[in-house]
């Protein structure tokens, strides 16, 4: 069953309602979807140089790395976010979706507005 009533705190899920779960989600994928943006940004510097550069090249390689490791995290965060708040809403979970099984989404720290109490 769909759940529309968007605004009821969640048992188990201390003060936070089904509209707060669907914004963790969304953000969590904005996150996600900014580590191509910076990946991008990164090339299209290195490529802007008047000549290359190994030392920028190098720096670049290994900033591209730190990044490719924050987007694993990202993908995994993003799909618990969006995993929970599908369960909640009842709504089906996309197959791709469904592979990652990652952490739930209480595994990640949202600071002090998740009470997990009553779970």
Known sequence: ????????PLIGYGSLTLDDLALR????????????????????????????????????????????RYREKTRHEWAATYRTWAAVAGIEIPPDLQEDLGPDIRDYDHGDDYDDSEA
């Open 25 to 68: 989600a969304d953000q969590a994928y904005a996150d996600h979807i900014a580590t191509y943006d910076a990946t991008d940004v990164l090339h299209r510097a290195l490529a802007a140089l008047p000549e290359y550069d190994q030392e920028a090249a190098e720096l670049v390689d290994e900033a591209i790395t730190f990044i490719h």
């Open 1 to 8: 069953m769909i759940r529309i009533d968007s605004s009821t």
